[in-house]
């Protein structure tokens, strides 16, 4: 693999690097001590990108966020010492793969990047067999039309990946993912969502056009998507459980719900609690899902 470091610790870089090298996962191709002075241009052939979250002039997130604008597909892994729930999980949402922490131990390293190597190795196999169907489907039709799936096609394959495909707030999902599309289709941001209440009174005003609502309705739709998340909360947790290296764990888990809160939950499974004292961020979830739908 070629990797590309954004770290403004010289001495970093350079253990990174040997890292790299003595484990045999590849080469560093470039460096950079800060995200300022990184363009698309220098990424050309880079498999991964190590990224510091906090750095001067331009920080971890707003790189990624340029460089992704730029047209860089390829996967991030944050570095850094910061435990700050939020952040991580802002840089969850706008595009790091996975996390490692400093001070920064060789096991970790080497156990993390070997980890998105056979990610990637995964990724382009599945590459490779969907371009061999789709050149025999074409093959043998030559006039059909290929289409992108829908947003809602994708949410429905994203809730049976989370084992809530049967769950009845699915229809209250769906109808909040085509909300937040129309909201970023007039130009509004999905980051900044109003209050869950504020949200579920506008969702159903959608659907209801001009009838009255009431708030029998707003809270059934609540209490209906609340059951609905705790079930995708409490599927991870389990995956994780049986195998931490599980992908749908480790992909979902952390840019779903804050991971020690998934941590706990796992704690409770292996202690065979049924009932949770964990804390759901119900809009964390809803924000993430419909990043990953958008964005898959």
Known sequence: MRFFLIEDDAVVRKMLEKMIHESGLGEVVGQAEDGLDVSIDQLYAVDVVLIDLLMPGLDGIQTMKK????????PFVMISQVENKEMIGQAYLHGIDTYIHKPINRYEVVFVLKRVADYLSVASSLDSIRRLVQTLENT????????EPTLEQKARQLLLVLGIAGETGT?????IIRWLFEQEQQGRSIHDLPPLKELYAQTLQRVYKEEPLVQKEIRAMEQRIRRMVLQAFTHLSSLGLADYTNPTFEHFAPRLFDFEEIRLRMQELEAGEKATKCRI????????????IKNG
């Open 67 to 74: 460089l992704r604008a730029q047209g860089f597909t390829g």
């Open 140 to 147: 043998k039709q030559p006039t059909a039309t290929n289409h």
């Open 171 to 175: 229809a209250d999902l769906l109808a």
């Open 281 to 292: 961020n119900v809009k964390k979830f809803l924000t993430a899902f419909y990043m990953e």
